[in-house]
C-alpha cells in the first residue's frame, strides 16, 4: 500500500507500507520520494528471506505493484497477488486502517523538512507500533511477540536462494 504526503519544503513523499494481516505487525515502511516497481521487489526480497513466502500479497492497484516484472516474479516465487478493486479501499481492511493510525499518530503531528527526517521517525514509530502499543484487535497485547519465529534454518536457506535466484539482480 503507498500513499504520498508533503513534507514541509513542498516536496512529496510516498510511504510503501507491509503488514502482516494474521499478526497485525508492520513489516516495513519505505519512505522515499518516490516509488518504483524495483523497490517494492526490493523490499519483498528482503521480507521474504526473513520471514519466508507468503501465500499472496494483497496490494492496491499502483504501477509499483502491478508491473510486469513484479507479477512475474511472484509468479515465479508462487506467491499469488490479491490486488483490490479501484475505489475499494475496504478490501484492504488492515493496510488502511494501519495507515490511517500512521496519519493520526505520527504523520498529522509532525512537520519533516528532510526525506531523512521523516525516514527515522516512522521507523521509530513502527518499532514502538510493534513492541510497546497495544493492539485491541489482539487482546490488547503487541503484535511483535505474536510473530511467528523460525529455527529451521534450512528451510529459511531455501526460501533465500529462491528468492535470490529470481531476482534477476
Known amino acids: 500500500q503507498t500513499c504520498a504526503l508533503p513534507i514541509l519544503n513542498g516536496k512529496k513523499f510516498k510511504m510503501l ?3 502482516d494481516e494474521y499478526t497485525r505487525e508492520s513489516l516495513e515502511i519505505l519512505t522515499e520520494h518516490s516509488l518504483k516497481a524495483d523497490d517494492v521487489l526490493a523490499v519483498l526480497a528482503k521480507l521474504f528471506v526473513e520471514k519466508g513466502l507468503p501465500d499472496y500479497i494483497r496490494s492496491d ?24 478493486t479501484p475505489g475499494s479501499p475496504w478490501e484492504n481492511g488492515y493496510n488502511e486502517r494501519f495507515n490511517g493510525i500512521l496519519r493520526d499518530e505520527v504523520l498529522n503531528r509532525e512537520a519533516f523538512y528532510t526525506i531523512i527526517e521523516a525516514k527515522v521517525i516512522i521507523e521509530q514509530w513502527r518499532k514502538q ?6 493492539h485491541g484487535s489482539l487482546g490488547y497485547k503487541t503484535p511483535a511477540p505474536r510473530s511467528r519465529v523460525t529455527n529451521d534454518t534450512n528451510v529459511n536457506y531455501i526460501q533465500c536462494l529462491k528468492v535470490e535466484q ?3 539482480a
Open 166 to 168: 529470481h531476482l534477476g
Open 17 to 19: 507500507t507491509v503488514i
Open 129 to 134: 507500533y510493534n513492541q510497546i502499543r497495544p
Open 61 to 84: 492497484n499502483g504501477p509499483e505493484f502491478t508491473a510486469q516484472k513484479v507479477k512475474d516474479w511472484l509468479n515465479k516465487l508462487g506467491v499469488k497477488t490479491a490486488y483490490i
